[in-house]
């Protein structure tokens, strides 16, 4: 049981530049979301998704794309990367979504910088 | 909107000191409260929840009680350890509708020195 897995651990890009950001689960969690981590500011809510097919925006989605085709993964895309990207993404996933009655779980993250 | 306030860091403490983080929040509603651990190189982790008012979460010697009356969820722990050092956050989630979103506090920086 890996529970969440996130490639890359690390990434720079340049500006303009378009990538994806991988992320994985193996709990059959129907929520998954997406967190970005910046200096002094704890995390934010980019995008998340409650079942296969289903997505929605978070706090701050500007500049993210999201799908899910499959219960196992959640994929992040920067359509053109900008330095104000430039920060540390989590992924989490839980079985329902309501932190109040199921654990969130975490992954070890991805550090992104853009030049 | 909801929002988290802990106190800023860095904290630095010796091995078997008291430790308190404070934690204050605003929410419409009663929110759920939680504490999250992030250790050097990895991502969150839960460490302790409360989901109503006079709850007291405990996890690892690590307690924080919810205080409505104060709007507040101070961590604490009686004897700290180096294993200890770690950034922590507290959040909270509203009980109600959608309540997908956790909102975090910056987070606070615990060293603990032998």
């Known amino acids: 049981n890996a529970g969440v897995t996130q490639t890359p651990k690390f990434q720079v890009l340049k500006t303009g530049q378009s990538m994806t950001l991988q992320c994985a689960q193996d709990?059959?969690?129907?929520?998954m979301s997406w967190y970005r981590q910046d200096p002094g500011m704890g995390l934010r809510l980019i995008h998340y998704?409650?079942?296969?097919?289903?997505?929605d925006q978070g706090e701050v989605p500007n500049g993210y794309n999201v799908s899910r085709s499959t219960t196992e993964d959640f994929p992040l895309r920067l359509l053109s990367a900008a330095p104000s990207q430039t920060s540390v993404y989590f992924c989490?996933?839980?079985?329902?979504?309501?932190?109040?009655?199921?654990?969130?779980?975490f992954g070890p993250g991805t550090r992104l910088t853009v030049l | 909107g909801n929002s988290v306030t802990q106190m800023e860091g860095p904290v630095t403490l010796s091995e078997e000191a008291f430790l308190t983080i404070n934690c204050t929040y605003t929410a419409t509603g009663y929110p759920s409260l939680f504490w999250y651990v992030q250790y050097p190189g990895e991502g969150l982790q839960l460490l302790l929840k409360a989901t109503k008012a006079d709850d007291k979460g405990s996890n690892k010697g690590f307690e924080a009680t919810y205080r409505k009356e104060t709007t507040s969820f101070h961590l604490e722990k009686g004897s700290v350890q180096v294993s200890d050092s770690a950034v922590y956050f507290c959040a909270l989630s509203d009980r109600g509708g959608s309540n997908y979103k956790l909102t975090f506090g910056k987070g606070t920086l615990l060293t603990v020195n032998p």
């Open positions: 989490a996933s839980s079985y329902s979504g309501s932190p109040s009655t199921d654990t969130q779980y």
């Open positions: 998704s409650v079942g296969a097919g289903i997505t």
């Open positions: 709990m059959n969690h129907e929520y």
